[in-house]
Structures are given as structure tokens and as C-alpha cells.
């Protein structure tokens, strides 16, 4: 699995966990919940990776669950699958402050993501929001 991928799916199941559980930032960063063999084998570049997109997640929740919330069409937030959103989370997070990552490559990591953890349609779903998020972000002045 190549860095940035592994980096993605670390950065979805913290962001996942932080849903759930409301674990700290410090826990989540130092992938406390991984297990100890993984953590050590855990090389730099992913961690690193994972860490910006987890704490840039959490920093900006409100400003990425407002722009989730203003793409979702007869669909009410509080009643999204805890995957799907750890997904839309992150991936919404990368639209809008990762512009060295084209929108096309955060779209479809999302989609392996949601159909590898999520359930049969949770890929549709998160595709159909992230598409309208990064038309809305492509729109802005």
C-alpha cells in the first residue's frame, strides 16, 4: 500500500475513532490505538501524512461539517453512518486546504476507502457529496 494511501486509511479509522469515542488529539496522533507492532513498523512519511490530515480534520470540524451538511439532499447529518463521515471528513478537508492534491485522487482514495470499511453503497454516497463539495470549492472567488 503506498504511503499516502496507508496515511489516508490511518487518518479515516483515528477520525473514525475520534466520532466514537471522542479519544484526544495527543492519542490519535500517536496512533495509541494501533497496534504496538504496526505503530513500530509505521514509517515516517505515512505517519506524517496521516497526522496533517487528522489534526487539519479535527481543527477545522466545523467549517467541513458545515460545507457536509450543505451537500446532503434528504439526508439528515446526524443520521450519517460513523464511516461514511469519518470519509467525508477527511476527504473534504483535503478539498479544501491540500491544493498540491488534485480533487480527482482525494475523490477516488474516498471511494476505495468507503467501499474497503463502508457499506454497499456508502461509495455512491461519498462520491455523490464529494463531487458536489469540490464543484462547490472549484465555484469560489
Not at 497526522?51 to 447529518?77: C, M, P, V, Y
Amino acid at each position: 500500500m503506498a504511503s499516502r494511501r496507508k496515511g489516508r486509511v490511518l487518518a479515516f479509522q483515528a477520525l473514525f475513532s475520534w466520532e466514537t469515542s471522542r479519544s484526544p488529539l495527543t492519542e490519535l496522533l500517536e496512533f495509541t490505538w494501533l497496534e504496538k507492532d504496526k505503530r513500530t513498523t509505521l514509517d515516517g512519511g505515512t505517519a506524517v501524512f496521516s497526522r496533517l490530515l487528522i489534526a487539519g480534520t479535527i481543527e477545522n470540524i466545523e467549517t467541513i461539517d458545515g460545507l457536509i451538511k450543505s451537500h446532503l439532499k434528504n439526508w439528515d447529518f446526524s443520521r450519517l453512518n460513523k464511516v461514511d463521515l469519518a470519509v467525508l471528513r477527511m476527504s473534504t478537508y483535503a478539498l479544501l486546504y491540500q491544493k498540491d492534491v488534485a480533487p480527482s485522487i482525494v475523490i477516488d482514495e474516498a471511494i476505495d476507502i468507503a467501499k474497503e470499511y463502508g457499506t454497499d453503497d456508502s461509495f455512491r454516497f461519498v462520491n455523490g457529496v464529494l463531487d458536489g463539495i469540490k464543484k462547490t470549492i472549484q465555484a469560489a472567488p
